[in-house]
């Protein structure tokens, strides 16, 4: 069956964020383990912070609290690109509704941590970064985008960026081998 034709029933409940959830866990027990980071605030839970597309909080040292979205991606390692969701449309949704930015424009977030399961390692970003980067891109390739129906009511747009083009914009984590 195409990945296109199958939707989930709800991609808030459904298999997609039970897949999510795990590597969300995985880089929050990394980030608690941080020196610079005094506390993480789960923010998973909210419908404000869905919505807005944040994970948590980061509590620095200083007492400043920095957002950062967490996103797993069961691919990082296997091809040679990074995915950015560049926008959803609600199918269902008012007319003035239907279109929205995805996540990689539309998160108030300073950090973008995905987690690699493959290789068992967490990219750092910064959002500001991730934006430029889909920018330069798009003005210097024929961006590679990917359709998936999300679920019911929303079909989702992605870009696939070669890591070859983000050199640099990322730092890269291994993390300890899995017990």
């Not at 999510?20 to 005094?38: A, F, H, P, T, Y």
């Not at 597309?53 to 007492?63: Q, R, S």
């Not at 990689?104 to 290789?119: D, G, I, Q, V």
């Amino acid at each position: 069956m195409s990945n296109y034709l199958y939707r989930e029933e709800r991609s808030y409940d459904g298999n997609l964020m039970e897949k999510g959830k795990v590597g969300e866990r995985i880089v929050m027990d990394w980030l608690e383990k941080r020196l610079s980071c005094n506390e993480i605030i789960d923010m998973r839970e909210f419908r404000i912070s869905q919505r807005l597309d944040v994970d948590c909080g980061i509590e620095t040292i200083n007492g400043d609290i920095v957002l950062a979205e967490i996103k797993t991606d069961y691919n990082l390692g296997r091809t040679k690109n990074v995915l950015f969701e560049i926008f959803r449309i609600n199918h269902f949704a008012r007319s003035d509704n239907i279109f929205y930015l995805g996540w990689a424009f539309r998160s108030p977030a300073k950090y973008l941590l995905y987690y690699s399961p493959r290789e068992h390692a967490i990219y750092e970003f910064l959002f500001e970064d991730v934006r430029k980067i889909i920018g330069s891109y798009v003005a210097q390739h024929r961006p590679n985008i990917q359709v998936t129906a999300t679920d019911q009511k929303k079909t989702t747009f992605n870009m696939l960026i070669p890591f070859s083009f983000i050199k640099g914009a990322y730092k890269k984590h291994n993390l300890d081998p899995e017990p």
